[in-house]
């Protein structure tokens, strides 16, 4: 089993769609959450932390469940400009703060 | 906010040569640098992980022989492909642990773009 799990999509949504996407972890000890986005040839730019209670940033919602090891990104009212895949971080509670990504989902927004 | 820098964004080389990967933390000490590798559609896979001072921490699979690290100081770390293959072609990213922030967020560098012919 991987570490770290991500539905690849494509999700392909119209603007104006809410679009959940999810990510398990393998790890019960994992201490910390981060949801990234990446566009195409670029690299990985934090989009938000994941805080036990759940968190938002705009149109963003991040939540955690511990107790089934996943979390979830939650996008209200896409843009065409969300477009790109979506990493889900996880650092594990051992092994000197090592970060291990999920493969990444995609999300094509169109009009 | 934190940035990381890279040189070469971009190289060629031909089979055989070696090339040297600079990753830079700009305006913070790095204690910690990580280096990944991208092949096209696929996840970042780290490779490595660089601690100031000491030798470089290799991930199952990774040659260390070929993939030569060095992290001399707070803000430098190097990556070297050695003897390079087209096989080696790929996204070379580093990313940065700010030392005074905690060991939470990672600053990714813009990426290094290798193609050996």
């Known amino acids: 089993r991987k570490e770290v799990e991500q539905d690849p999509g494509p999700f392909n949504v119209p603007e104006g769609a809410t679009v959940a996407f999810n990510c398990t972890y393998s790890?019960?000890?994992?201490?910390?959450f981060f949801w990234y986005r990446q566009d195409c040839r670029k690299e990985p730019k934090l989009l938000m932390s994941?805080?036990?209670s759940g968190n938002e940033d705009g149109r963003f919602t991040a939540q955690l469940n511990r107790a089934s090891q996943y979390i979830s990104l939650l996008i209200r009212d896409s843009k065409l400009s969300d477009s790109a895949t979506y990493l889900c971080?996880?650092?594990?509670?051992?092994?000197?703060?090592?970060?291990?990504f999920g493969a990444g989902t995609r999300l094509f927004v169109k009009a | 906010g934190a940035v990381v820098s890279q040189h070469p964004s971009r190289v060629i080389c031909k089979s055989g040569t070696s090339v040297k990967i600079e990753c830079r933390s700009l305006?913070?000490?790095?204690?910690?640098m990580f280096w990944y590798r991208q092949f096209p559609k696929q996840s970042l896979m780290l490779m490595a992980t660089?601690?100031?001072?000491?030798?470089?921490?290799?991930e199952q699979g990774v040659e260390k022989d070929k993939f030569l690290i060095n992290h001399a100081s707070l803000t430098l770390s190097t990556l070297t492909v050695t003897s390079a293959h087209p096989e080696d072609s790929s996204f070379y990213i580093c990313?940065?642990?700010?030392?005074?922030?905690?060991?939470?967020?990672?600053?990714f560098g813009p990426g290094t773009r290798l193609t050996v012919t």
């Open positions: 990313s940065a642990r700010d030392k005074g922030a905690g060991a939470s967020e990672q600053y």
């Open positions: 790890n019960s000890a994992s201490q910390s």
């Open positions: 971080v996880v650092i594990p509670g051992t092994g000197g703060f090592k970060t291990i």
């Open positions: 305006d913070f000490q790095a204690t910690t």
């Open positions: 660089s601690n100031e001072g000491s030798k470089a921490t290799y």
């Open positions: 994941v805080y036990s």
